[in-house]
């Protein structure tokens, strides 16, 4: 059984920044990536970003490249997302997500076997 539980997603105004982290536990030895998702309301669930949890090669949406940054520690089996210049748009639920089924993540929400229960992000205009 693994879990993920994320955290820190809140207030922010448009334009400015947010640190989201993700932690793990339980049977985590065969985790091939890591990566995070979004949902706006109203709006199917759509890639944000993944990384590769051996080679650390990463991957993102075109909407976000230059502006988020995905990153991990091993020995704390954590993820983050650092979300700079953030837009009133994109106000969403940002879940974390887990695979363990192949070593190229997937931009598919099938690709991942394992999600956090979801981290609230407002941005402000």
């Known amino acids: 059984q693994v879990q993920l539980v994320e955290s820190g997603g809140g207030l922010v105004q448009a334009g400015g920044s947010l640190r989201l982290s993700c932690t793990t536990s339980g049977r985590t030895f065969r985790t091939s990536a890591m990566g995070w998702f979004r949902q706006a309301p109203g709006k199917d669930r759509e890639f944000v970003s993944a990384?590769?949890?051996?080679?650390?090669?990463?991957y993102y949406a075109d909407s976000v490249k230059g502006r988020f940054t995905v990153s991990k520690d091993n020995a704390k089996r954590t993820v983050y997302l650092q979300m700079n210049s953030l837009r009133p748009a994109k106000t969403a639920i940002y879940f974390c997500v887990r695979s363990s089924q192949s070593a190229t993540p997937s931009r598919l929400p099938s690709g991942y076997n394992n999600w956090g229960p979801g981290t609230q992000v407002t941005v402000a205009s």
């Open positions: 990384i590769e949890w051996t080679t650390g090669a990463i």
